[in-house]
């Protein structure tokens, strides 16, 4: 009995779901400058990645996820240009994480995201790590879909100011 709660307390303790956002100060600033930026119209959005084992299909399944999730930004806000880099990705496999689960480690993304005007100032820059262990529960699901939406999730949150 002692066994088995051990085993599945040790299982929850090692299932981490995490989302780190590292903010580098912008250019110029001030509260009316920060105000400003975080009500952008995001006209753009781009990707590419430095990452190993980072296909054209995740940098693209990225790209249209931060679309959809900031369906264009502030109305009327200043306009904007959107700008990542995978620079870190990894994503267990379904059979590891079958076999192993939390033990397999986590899933993890990181994206450096760079804001810039019309004239290509950079307006903000940020870089956001997001890290989730799905332990044996991910064999049976899209753990690169969820990673990636939940990536663009955080970007779409940060560049509102959410986060």
């Given amino acids: 009995m002692f066994r088995k709660l051990f085993l599945t307390a040790a299982a929850v303790a090692l299932t981490a779901c995490s989302t780190t956002v590292k903010e580098t100060p912008p250019p110029t600033s001030g509260a009316a400058r920060a105000a400003q930026i975080m009500n ?3 006209r753009s959005v781009s990707g590419s990645t430095t990452a190993d084992k980072v296909t054209p299909e995740v940098v693209n399944s990225l790209t249209e996820a931060i679309r959809i999730e900031l369906g264009g930004g502030a109305a009327g806000g200043p306009p904007a240009d ?5 620079s870190d990705y990894r994503v267990v496999g379904n059979a590891t994480r079958f076999m192993v689960g939390a033990l397999a480690g986590s899933n993890r993304m990181t994206v450096d ?3 810039r005007d019309p004239s290509g100032s950079t307006l903000r820059q940020f ?3 997001r890290a989730a262990n799905t332990m044996g529960v991910g064999a049976f699901m899209n753990q690169k879909g969820s990673l990636i939406g ?3 999730e955080a970007v779409a949150k940060t560049v509102r100011g959410e986060k």
């Fill in 113 to 115: 995201v760079t804001l």
């Fill in 40 to 42: 952008l119209s995001i």
């Fill in 127 to 129: 870089t956001i790590t």
């Fill in 82 to 86: 959107l700008s990542f880099v995978i």
């Fill in 150 to 152: 939940q990536t663009a």
